[in-house]
Nanobody
Framework: QLVESGGGLVQPGGSLRLSCTAS????????MGWYRQTPGKQRELVAA???????NYRNSVKGRFTISRDSAKNTVYLQMNSLKPEDTGVYYC????????WGQGTQVTVSS
């Protein structure tokens, strides 16, 4: 029900934009967000929409990443700028509500 795209290999300092399109089975009132996971670590929140239209960001990405959405397209984006090697990981789209929906994940690798 969530399909991600936009991952890839990028050099440090570069940019990527991830996209996540939700099917109509995902309720529109669910809070959308992005998580990432690296080997041996738990999945961690990167950015997400929250109650009242607020956005939450992981401290390490503030000022570099921006989450946005196009409601008409049921799509959420994650614009990632000034990428660092520590941003490497598998990025997952999430729809949070009474039940969680997860995308299949997209690999982001930041390396020279």
């Amino acid at each position: 029900q969530l399909v991600e795209s936009g991952g890839g290999l990028v050099q440090p300092g570069g940019s990527l934009r991830l996209s996540c399109t939700a099917s109509k089975s995902v309720p529109s009132y669910y809070y959308m967000g992005w998580y990432r996971q690296t080997p041996g670590k738990q999945r961690e929140l990167v950015a997400a929409f929250a109650y009242g239209g607020r956005t939450n960001y992981r401290n390490s990405v503030k000022g570099r990443f921006t989450i946005s959405r196009d409601s008409a397209k049921n799509t959420v984006y994650l614009q990632m700028n000034s990428l660092k090697p520590e941003d490497t990981g598998v990025y997952y789209c999430n729809a949070n509500g009474p039940r969680d929906y997860w995308g299949q994940g997209t690999q982001v690798t930041v390396s020279s």
